[in-house]
């Protein structure tokens, strides 16, 4: 599998705190990669990183074999990096259409018939398309679950990191939006999902990479890493 993204000895620091610790990992092109640990343990540092809305303190990213540990978080999306968030915060005066035509105008610098054809397309994929001229204030929670992933995609993403997507929904939406990262998948998209929802990232993931203190203790397959110790005592405790 060709590497997409390469992280080496990425270290992130706040004052006299060590949130990651010479972290090295390795994704796949097209791979769906877990990402796992306590609260606490580094994962949002690390996505922030990857996505450039942090500043590493050592280390470097590479995408592509290009190096971007220096860009700024909108010249990594113009390259292919895009992630929703654990809480959306839609532009909540626009309708669902208008809020995938900013991301789309950004990257392609227009928002003319084309780009209204594009993004309404997207909203097919998320089973939107119906809610295209509502207003984003208007939208149920697992809506704005699904518009957030929408706004991600309308940004034409190779890595698309997926931050707590199913937080707070019921079991047949939590399925819902784990077939729609299913099929984003399929399209030759790679993809992180970071979730405290076990059940839906063993049954998403390739490979589950676990931090806790900063650290990677432990990555393999969703088989693996259950029964592995490192992981039931970061979560459980002695």
């Known amino acids: 599998m060709e590497t997409l993204l390469k992280i080496t000895e990425l270290t992130k620091n706040f004052g006299g705190f060590t949130a990651l610790s010479g972290v090295n990992l390795e994704v796949g092109a097209g791979e769906r990669l877990g990402l796992i640990g306590p609260n606490g343990s580094g994962k949002t540092t690390l996505i922030n990183c990857i996505s450039g809305a942090f500043n590493q303190s050592q280390g470097s990213i590479e995408l ?3 190096e971007i540990t220096g860009l700024k978080a909108y ?6 990096i895009s992630r929703s968030f654990q809480i959306p915060r839609p532009f909540s005066s626009m309708t669902v259409l208008e809020n995938l035509l900013v991301p789309i105008a950004f990257v392609g610098g227009s928002d003319g018939p084309k780009e ?14 119906l809610k295209a001229h509502v207003q984003s204030n208007q939208l149920s929670q697992v809506e704005l679950r699904k518009m957030e992933l929408a706004r ?12 707590e997507a199913m937080a707070g929904l019921a079991g047949a939406e939590v399925d819902e939006v784990l077939q729609i ?7 030759g998209i790679t993809v992180i999902m970071i979730e405290h929802i076990m059940q839906a990232v063993m049954k998403f993931s390739q490979r589950v990479v676990c931090l806790d203190t900063g650290k990677i203790i432990c990555q393999g397959t969703p088989s693996e890493i259950v029964k592995d110790p490192h992981v039931q005592r970061a979560y459980l405790g002695d």
């Open 181 to 187: 990262l299913f099929d984003l998948n399929a399209t």
């Open 152 to 163: 991600a995609m309308a940004a034409k993403p190779k890595l698309l990191i997926s931050d």
């Open 116 to 129: 209204v054809e594009e993004a309404m397309a997207i909203l097919q994929q998320m089973g939107l398309h």
């Open 75 to 80: 010249q990594r999306t113009r390259l292919g």
């Open 64 to 66: 592509k074999g290009r």
